[in-house]
T-cell receptor, first 112, second 114 residues
Framework: SQQGEEDPQALSIQEGENATMNCSYKTSINNLQWYRQNSGRGLVHLILIRSNEREKHSGRLRVTLDTSKKSSSLLITASRAADTASYFCATDESGGYQKVTFGTGTKLQVIP | SAVISQKPSRDICQRGTSLTIQCQVD?????MFWYRQQPGQSLTLIAT?????????ESGFVIDKFPISRPNLTFSTLTVSNMSPEDSSIYLC???????????FGPGTRLLVL
Protein backbone atom coordinates (compact mmCIF):
# COMPACT_ATOMS: atom_id res chain seq x y z
CA SER A 1 0.00 0.00 0.00
CA GLN A 2 1.11 3.58 -0.55
CA GLN A 3 2.67 5.45 2.35
CA GLY A 4 1.32 8.77 1.20
CA GLU A 5 -0.09 11.03 -1.37
CA GLU A 6 1.47 13.26 -3.96
CA ASP A 7 -0.07 16.32 -5.45
CA PRO A 8 -0.82 17.38 -7.95
CA GLN A 9 -1.55 14.09 -9.71
CA ALA A 10 -0.76 15.79 -13.00
CA LEU A 11 1.00 19.02 -13.86
CA SER A 12 1.44 20.72 -17.23
CA ILE A 13 3.79 23.68 -17.60
CA GLN A 14 5.67 25.58 -20.28
CA GLU A 15 9.35 25.01 -20.83
CA GLY A 16 11.37 27.38 -18.65
CA GLU A 17 8.84 27.49 -15.85
CA ASN A 18 9.36 25.94 -12.44
CA ALA A 19 7.54 22.79 -11.38
CA THR A 20 6.68 21.99 -7.78
CA MET A 21 5.46 18.61 -6.58
CA ASN A 22 4.41 17.77 -3.04
CA CYS A 23 4.52 14.53 -1.10
CA SER A 24 2.82 13.78 2.20
CA TYR A 25 3.40 10.71 4.29
CA LYS A 26 1.94 9.17 7.43
CA THR A 27 4.62 7.74 9.72
CA SER A 28 8.11 8.59 10.98
CA ILE A 29 10.80 8.12 8.39
CA ASN A 30 14.54 7.58 8.13
CA ASN A 31 14.78 9.28 4.77
CA LEU A 32 12.76 10.29 1.75
CA GLN A 33 13.82 9.76 -1.85
CA TRP A 34 12.57 11.20 -5.12
CA TYR A 35 12.56 9.25 -8.36
CA ARG A 36 11.78 9.94 -11.99
CA GLN A 37 10.20 7.45 -14.37
CA ASN A 38 9.92 7.99 -18.10
CA SER A 39 7.02 6.26 -19.85
CA GLY A 40 6.85 3.13 -17.71
CA ARG A 41 10.56 2.48 -17.80
CA GLY A 42 12.89 1.97 -14.84
CA LEU A 43 13.19 4.46 -12.02
CA VAL A 44 15.99 7.00 -11.92
CA HIS A 45 17.08 8.04 -8.46
CA LEU A 46 17.11 11.84 -8.14
CA ILE A 47 17.84 12.77 -4.57
CA LEU A 48 17.73 11.45 -1.00
CA ILE A 49 17.02 13.64 2.00
CA ARG A 50 17.47 12.34 5.53
CA SER A 51 15.04 12.95 8.35
CA ASN A 52 17.44 15.40 10.03
CA GLU A 53 17.85 17.49 6.88
CA ARG A 54 15.52 20.27 5.83
CA GLU A 55 16.66 21.13 2.33
CA LYS A 56 18.85 19.64 -0.35
CA HIS A 57 19.93 20.73 -3.81
CA SER A 58 21.12 18.85 -6.86
CA GLY A 59 21.52 20.82 -10.07
CA ARG A 60 18.07 22.19 -10.98
CA LEU A 61 16.41 20.17 -8.23
CA ARG A 62 15.57 21.42 -4.77
CA VAL A 63 13.99 19.17 -2.17
CA THR A 64 12.59 20.26 1.15
CA LEU A 65 11.47 18.12 4.06
CA ASP A 66 9.22 19.14 6.93
CA THR A 67 9.01 16.25 9.36
CA SER A 68 6.58 18.12 11.63
CA LYS A 69 4.10 18.27 8.76
CA LYS A 70 5.18 14.93 7.32
CA SER A 71 5.64 16.46 3.91
CA SER A 72 8.25 17.05 1.24
CA SER A 73 8.40 19.04 -1.94
CA LEU A 74 10.42 18.70 -5.13
CA LEU A 75 11.11 21.84 -7.13
CA ILE A 76 12.46 21.62 -10.67
CA THR A 77 13.67 24.99 -11.85
CA ALA A 78 13.87 26.15 -15.47
CA SER A 79 12.09 23.05 -16.70
CA ARG A 80 12.92 21.38 -20.00
CA ALA A 81 10.89 19.18 -22.30
CA ALA A 82 13.16 16.29 -21.25
CA ASP A 83 11.83 16.66 -17.68
CA THR A 84 8.50 15.24 -18.86
CA ALA A 85 8.04 12.12 -16.73
CA SER A 86 6.31 10.75 -13.66
CA TYR A 87 7.88 11.69 -10.34
CA PHE A 88 7.54 9.57 -7.21
CA CYS A 89 8.50 10.12 -3.62
CA ALA A 90 9.46 7.09 -1.56
CA THR A 91 9.81 6.95 2.20
CA ASP A 92 11.95 4.64 4.29
CA GLU A 93 10.21 4.04 7.57
CA SER A 94 11.69 0.61 8.10
CA GLY A 95 14.20 1.50 10.78
CA GLY A 96 17.27 0.88 8.71
CA TYR A 97 16.05 -2.05 6.66
CA GLN A 98 15.90 0.20 3.59
CA LYS A 99 12.42 -0.87 2.63
CA VAL A 100 10.78 2.07 0.88
CA THR A 101 7.12 2.80 0.26
CA PHE A 102 6.06 4.83 -2.75
CA GLY A 103 3.67 7.72 -3.07
CA THR A 104 1.04 7.93 -5.75
CA GLY A 105 3.19 9.95 -8.16
CA THR A 106 2.91 13.18 -10.13
CA LYS A 107 2.81 13.12 -13.91
CA LEU A 108 4.67 16.17 -15.22
CA GLN A 109 4.37 17.43 -18.78
CA VAL A 110 6.69 20.18 -19.96
CA ILE A 111 5.49 21.78 -23.15
CA PRO A 112 8.23 23.04 -25.49
CA SER B 1 25.95 3.69 -6.97
CA ALA B 2 24.72 0.27 -8.07
CA VAL B 3 23.91 -0.84 -11.60
CA ILE B 4 21.07 -3.31 -11.81
CA SER B 5 20.07 -5.40 -14.80
CA GLN B 6 16.96 -7.49 -15.31
CA LYS B 7 16.09 -10.26 -17.70
CA PRO B 8 13.86 -10.49 -19.64
CA SER B 9 13.05 -6.86 -20.36
CA ARG B 10 9.60 -7.85 -21.55
CA ASP B 11 7.55 -10.95 -22.25
CA ILE B 12 4.14 -12.00 -23.44
CA CYS B 13 2.85 -15.12 -21.71
CA GLN B 14 -0.18 -17.36 -21.77
CA ARG B 15 -2.40 -17.65 -18.73
CA GLY B 16 -1.57 -20.56 -16.47
CA THR B 17 2.14 -20.48 -17.23
CA SER B 18 4.99 -19.17 -15.06
CA LEU B 19 7.78 -16.70 -15.74
CA THR B 20 11.04 -16.25 -13.86
CA ILE B 21 12.62 -12.82 -13.82
CA GLN B 22 16.31 -12.42 -13.03
CA CYS B 23 17.92 -9.47 -11.29
CA GLN B 24 21.69 -8.93 -11.24
CA VAL B 25 23.50 -6.22 -9.28
CA ASP B 26 27.03 -5.17 -10.16
CA UNK B 27 28.15 -5.09 -6.53
CA UNK B 28 27.33 -6.86 -3.30
CA UNK B 29 24.33 -5.32 -1.60
CA UNK B 30 22.68 -6.02 1.70
CA UNK B 31 19.06 -5.63 0.68
CA MET B 32 17.19 -6.56 -2.48
CA PHE B 33 13.50 -6.01 -3.12
CA TRP B 34 10.87 -6.82 -5.72
CA TYR B 35 8.13 -4.38 -6.72
CA ARG B 36 5.11 -4.52 -8.98
CA GLN B 37 3.78 -1.57 -10.94
CA GLN B 38 0.37 -2.11 -12.45
CA PRO B 39 -0.59 -0.03 -15.49
CA GLY B 40 -0.84 3.66 -14.62
CA GLN B 41 -0.15 3.01 -10.95
CA SER B 42 2.64 3.55 -8.46
CA LEU B 43 4.98 0.85 -7.21
CA THR B 44 3.91 -1.73 -4.65
CA LEU B 45 6.42 -3.78 -2.70
CA ILE B 46 6.02 -7.52 -3.20
CA ALA B 47 8.76 -8.83 -0.94
CA THR B 48 12.22 -8.46 0.49
CA UNK B 49 14.64 -11.00 -0.96
CA UNK B 50 16.75 -12.30 1.90
CA UNK B 51 20.10 -13.86 1.17
CA UNK B 52 20.21 -17.45 2.32
CA UNK B 53 16.69 -17.53 3.76
CA UNK B 54 13.06 -17.27 2.73
CA UNK B 55 11.82 -13.98 1.36
CA UNK B 56 9.66 -11.68 3.50
CA UNK B 57 6.35 -10.99 1.79
CA GLU B 58 4.12 -7.95 2.10
CA SER B 59 0.44 -8.17 2.82
CA GLY B 60 -1.43 -9.48 -0.18
CA PHE B 61 1.52 -11.38 -1.68
CA VAL B 62 2.28 -15.05 -1.04
CA ILE B 63 5.19 -17.34 -1.71
CA ASP B 64 3.17 -19.81 -3.79
CA LYS B 65 2.32 -17.09 -6.28
CA PHE B 66 5.63 -15.18 -6.19
CA PRO B 67 8.46 -17.51 -5.19
CA ILE B 68 11.74 -15.64 -4.76
CA SER B 69 15.30 -16.84 -4.60
CA ARG B 70 18.43 -15.02 -3.51
CA PRO B 71 21.40 -17.36 -3.62
CA ASN B 72 24.03 -14.67 -3.08
CA LEU B 73 24.55 -10.94 -2.48
CA THR B 74 24.30 -9.90 -6.13
CA PHE B 75 21.51 -12.00 -7.64
CA SER B 76 17.82 -12.68 -7.14
CA THR B 77 14.93 -14.18 -9.07
CA LEU B 78 11.19 -13.61 -8.91
CA THR B 79 8.79 -16.14 -10.39
CA VAL B 80 5.26 -15.16 -11.29
CA SER B 81 3.35 -18.44 -11.09
CA ASN B 82 0.13 -19.62 -12.69
CA MET B 83 -0.28 -16.28 -14.40
CA SER B 84 -3.55 -14.54 -15.18
CA PRO B 85 -4.18 -11.31 -17.11
CA GLU B 86 -4.31 -9.48 -13.76
CA ASP B 87 -0.59 -10.18 -13.40
CA SER B 88 0.17 -7.96 -16.37
CA SER B 89 2.47 -5.34 -14.86
CA ILE B 90 6.00 -4.06 -14.74
CA TYR B 91 8.11 -5.96 -12.24
CA LEU B 92 11.12 -4.13 -10.82
CA CYS B 93 13.90 -5.22 -8.55
CA UNK B 94 15.83 -2.83 -6.38
CA UNK B 95 18.90 -2.89 -4.22
CA UNK B 96 19.78 -0.85 -1.19
CA UNK B 97 23.23 0.44 -0.30
CA UNK B 98 23.46 0.29 3.46
CA UNK B 99 25.98 3.06 3.86
CA UNK B 100 23.96 5.54 1.84
CA UNK B 101 20.37 4.42 2.25
CA UNK B 102 19.74 4.93 -1.45
CA UNK B 103 17.56 2.47 -3.34
CA UNK B 104 18.54 1.76 -6.93
CA PHE B 105 16.18 0.17 -9.41
CA GLY B 106 16.54 -2.11 -12.34
CA PRO B 107 14.99 -1.21 -15.71
CA GLY B 108 11.97 -3.41 -15.04
CA THR B 109 10.37 -6.38 -16.78
CA ARG B 110 7.19 -5.58 -18.66
CA LEU B 111 4.87 -8.59 -18.52
CA LEU B 112 1.72 -9.07 -20.55
CA VAL B 113 -0.45 -12.09 -19.83
CA LEU B 114 -2.98 -13.11 -22.44
Amino acid sequence: SQQGEEDPQALSIQEGENATMNCSYKTSINNLQWYRQNSGRGLVHLILIRSNEREKHSGRLRVTLDTSKKSSSLLITASRAADTASYFCATDESGGYQKVTFGTGTKLQVIP
Amino acid sequence: SAVISQKPSRDICQRGTSLTIQCQVDSQVTMMFWYRQQPGQSLTLIATANQGSEATYESGFVIDKFPISRPNLTFSTLTVSNMSPEDSSIYLCSAGLADKGTQYFGPGTRLLVL
